[in-house]
C-alpha cells in the first residue's frame, strides 16, 4: 500500500498539477494513466511556470520516474515538442522517462475527424481541444483502426496497416468535409517512423515495470487528468473527454489494482470552472464570474480559451468524489475569493421543482438543474501569506468546514496561490 492518487473532482483544472508537484519528493514514480494532450498542468517551482501536457509533472525532479502508461493516447509529435521544450529550459528528459508499448497513437486523421465532426455539431459542439483525443479513444474501442506505441516497432506491418486505415480515413473526412485535402498515407508513415526511432528508448511493458517497482518497495504517484465530472462513463456524457478521467480509470489506464493506493486526494478549486459546452448549473454569466476569471487567471493552459466560472457546486463535487472514491480533499485557489463580499454554495437542486442532493444522470435534467444556495461571508482580505490553518480569518475557515462537510472528507490540503509554499497542510 504506497501509491497515492490525486484526482480532479469537478470539469478539469483544479490545479491537479501543483499537487502533484508538491508530492513528488515523497514518491519515486509519477504515473499519467490516460488522456492526452487535452491536459494542461500548470507547476510553478523556484520562480518558474512549467505547462505540462502529456509529460507527467513528475519529470520536473529527474530522480523520479515518470510513465506515461498504457490508458494515455499519445501524439509523439507533440510528445517530443514537450520534451524539447523542457530540454531548451535546461530541463532534459532522458531514462527518467518511460512510455507505455500499449499506449495508443494519435495520427493525423485523428485530429481532422475531430475538426470535421465538431464542425458538423454547430451550436452543440462538445468544444474539445481538438487534438484528436475523442477519435483517438474512439478507434482504440473500434480496434480495426487502431494503432499502439509498440506497433511503431514493425515498421513493415505498420506501413501497410496504416495504408488501409489512411485511405478509409480519406474517404470519410471527404464525405464530412467535401474541400478535405487527402492524407497521405506514406509520409506519416515514414514521420511517425522517425518519432518512434526517437522516442524508442523510452518505450517499455510500464505494466511489468510498475508492478515491480511496487514489489520493491517503490511509492506511486498517480497523475490525474481531466476531472471525475468529465468521465466518459460517470461525467456529464456527452459533454465529457473519452477517457475514464475519474479515480475509476486508475487501474484500466494503468494496470495497478486500486487497493495499491493507500490515499486518494480529491483535488476541488474553491469555486467551479468549465471549459467547452455542456450544462454548469452554478455558471456565473455576470460581474462575479468575471472576477473569478480576471483573479483566478482562468483562461484554458491547453487552448487559451476563457474558462467558464461560477459558484462551488457540493452537489456535482460531492458526486465527484463518490466515484472516485477519494479519502480526502485538496481545496485549491481559496485566495481567487478573497475581495467578494459573500460567497454561495450549491448544496442541492431543484429539478422541476423537486430539491435533491444527487447529481443527474442525463445532461437534459442537469440543464434544468437551479442551484439552491447557502450563503457564507466572505473573508474580505488577502489569505495569499497565510502558511497556518489557525492563521485564516474565521470566515475562510468556515467556508473550508462548509466544503468539507458538504462532501463528507476532510479538507487536507489548502491552496493560497501557485507557488509551492503557498499550500497548508493541515
Ligand atoms: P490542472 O490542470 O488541474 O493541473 O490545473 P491547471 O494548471 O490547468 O490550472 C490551475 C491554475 O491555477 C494554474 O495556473 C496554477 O498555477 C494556478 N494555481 C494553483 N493553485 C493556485 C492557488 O491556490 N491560487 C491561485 N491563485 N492559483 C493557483
Ligand atoms: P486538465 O488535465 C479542463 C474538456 C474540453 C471539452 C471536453 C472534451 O488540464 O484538467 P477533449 O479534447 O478531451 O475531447 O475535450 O473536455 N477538457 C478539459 N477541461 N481541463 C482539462 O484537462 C481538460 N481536458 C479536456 O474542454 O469540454
Ligand atoms: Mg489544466
Excluded at 482504440?140 to 487502431?146: D, F, I, L, S, Y
Excluded at 497565510?386 to 467556508?399: G, H, I
Aim: proline share 4%.
Amino acid at each position: 500500500m504506497s501509491a497515492t492518487a490525486v484526482i480532479g473532482l469537478q470539469w478539469g483544472d483544479e490545479a491537479k498539477g501543483k499537487i502533484v508537484d508538491l508530492l513528488t519528493d515523497q514518491h519515486d514514480v509519477v504515473v499519467r494513466y490516460q488522456g492526452g494532450n487535452n491536459a494542461g498542468h500548470t507547476v510553478v517551482c523556484n520562480g518558474q511556470t512549467y505547462k505540462l501536457s502529456l509529460l507527467p509533472v513528475g519529470v520536473l525532479r529527474p530522480q523520479v520516474t515518470s510513465v506515461i502508461a498504457t490508458g494515455v493516447v499519445i501524439n509523439p509529435k507533440a510528445l517530443l515538442g514537450e520534451i524539447e521544450g523542457l530540454k531548451s529550459r535546461s530541463m532534459p528528459v532522458g531514462s527518467n522517462l518511460l512510455i507505455s508499448d500499449r499506449a495508443h497513437v494519435i495520427f493525423p486523421h485523428h485530429v481532422a475527424e475531430e475538426a470535421a465532426l465538431e464542425e458538423s455539431r454547430k451550436d452543440n459542439a462538445i468544444g474539445t481541444t481538438m487534438r484528436g483525443i475523442g477519435t483517438c479513444y474512439r478507434d482504440k474501442a473500434g480496434r480495426t483502426h487502431a494503432i499502439r506505441v509498440g506497433d511503431l516497432y514493425y515498421p513493415d506491418i505498420f506501413r501497410t496497416r496504416l495504408a488501409d486505415i489512411v485511405a478509409q480515413k480519406n474517404t470519410i473526412l471527404r464525405a464530412l468535409a467535401p474541400a478535405f485535402t487527402p492524407l497521405d498515407a506514406g509520409q506519416i508513415a515514414e514521420e511517425y517512423l522517425g518519432y518512434a526511432k526517437q522516442l524508442e528508448p523510452h518505450v517499455i511493458d510500464t505494466t511489468s515495470f510498475l508492478h515491480k517497482s511496487l514489489a520493491q518497495g517503490k511509492k506511486l504517484l498517480f497523475e490525474g487528468a481531466q476531472g471525475s465530472l468529465l468521465d466518459i462513463d460517470h461525467g456529464t456524457f456527452p459533454f465529457v473527454t473519452s477517457s475514464s478521467s475519474s479515480g475509476c480509470g486508475i487501474h484500466s489506464g494503468s494496470g495497478v489494482p486500486e487497493r495499491s493506493i493507500s490515499r486518494m486526494i480529491g483535488v476541488v478549486k474553491a469555486y467551479t470552472t468549465r471549459v467547452g459546452g455542456g450544462p454548469f448549473p452554478t455558471e456565473l454569466n455576470n460581474a462575479i464570474g468575471q472576477h473569478i476569471r480576471d483573479v483566478g487567471r482562468e483562461y484554458g493552459t491547453v487552448t487559451g480559451r476563457p474558462r467558464r466560472c461560477g459558484w462551488f457546486d457540493a452537489v456535482a463535487a460531492g458526486y465527484g468524489a463518490r466515484i472516485s472514491g477519494v479519502d480526502c480533499i485538496a481545496v485549491m485557489l481559496l485566495d481567487v475569493l478573497s475581495q467578494l463580499d459573500e460567497i454561495k454554495v450549491c448544496t442541492a437542486y431543484d429539478i422541476d421543482g423537486e430539491r435533491t442532493t444527487d447529481f443527474p444522470s442525463h445532461v437534459e435534467a442537469l440543464a434544468r438543474a437551479k442551484p439552491v444556495y447557502e450563503t457564507l461571508a466572505g473573508w474580505k482580505s488577502d489569505i495569499c501569506g497565510v502558511r497556518k490553518l489557525a492563521d485564516f480569518p474565521k470566515a475562510a475557515r468556515d467556508y473550508l468546514e462548509t466544503l468539507g462537510e458538504l462532501l463528507g472528507k476532510p479538507v487536507e490540503i489548502i491552496s493560497v496561490g501557485p507557488d509551492r509554499e503557498q499550500t497548508i497542510l493541515d
